[in-house]
């Protein structure tokens, strides 16, 4: 028979429960952290001092295809569920807004290269004017080797190289 003693009821009165769609949403959530975790590489991974368990579970992942991924994915999730994900969500968020950063760079950098290359001397007075500690001379010399080996249809060497010179004074 079942004992059905008011003390018995007592201790689960104080306990809060999440409604189902307020835990779907959770768990939404840590499906999301551990997608993004797995896009991670090792070496990123071992720099975040993540359970031995979880680590390993992420490394497995990159390797799986679709049925094994979500089986894998659940286990990341119900590991997920047992540690706290604020630091890993905010250690996952500062790599993105650095991933961003290198993408603005890089494409600031290659439309400046573009620029040079196509417009020539107004270009490059704006540049100097934007960019005074940069050296004209060697700027000035890879954009005529640039044109030139695109008006020969030869490799884009000077002009890979431009790149490589305005994104170090860019910087």
Request: proline share 1%.
């Given at each position: 028979m079942y004992d059905t003693h008011a003390e018995d009821y007592d201790k689960?009165?104080?306990?809060?429960?999440?409604?189902?769609?307020?835990q779907k949403r959770e768990i939404q959530a840590l499906l999301?952290?551990?997608k993004q975790l797995a896009?991670?590489?090792?070496?990123?991974?071992?720099?975040m001092n993540l359970p031995h368990k979880l680590f390993q579970a992420l490394l497995d992942v990159q390797s799986m295809k679709h049925g094994a991924e979500k089986?894998?994915?659940?286990?990341?999730?119900?590991?997920?569920?047992q540690i706290n994900t604020e630091s890993l969500q905010e250690t996952i968020?500062?790599?993105?807004l650095k991933k961003e950063d290198q993408?603005?760079?890089f494409h600031r950098t290659e439309r400046w290269r573009n620029r040079l290359i196509e417009e020539g001397q107004t270009a490059m007075t704006e540049f100097m004017a934007k960019y005074p500690q940069?050296?004209?001379?060697?700027?000035?010399q890879l954009v005529r080797?640039?044109?030139?080996?695109?008006?020969?249809?030869?490799?884009?060497?000077?002009?890979?190289?431009?790149?490589?010179?305005?994104?170090?004074?860019?910087r």
């Open positions: 689960f009165e104080n306990v809060e429960r999440l409604n189902k769609s307020q999301e952290l551990g896009s991670l590489d090792a070496v990123a991974l071992g720099k089986r894998q994915f659940k286990l990341i999730c119900k590991i997920l569920r968020d500062e790599l993105g993408d603005k760079n940069a050296a004209a001379g060697e700027i000035r080797n640039a044109n030139k080996e695109l008006q020969q249809n030869k490799p884009h060497k000077s002009s890979r190289a431009l790149f490589r010179l305005l994104r170090d004074i860019i």
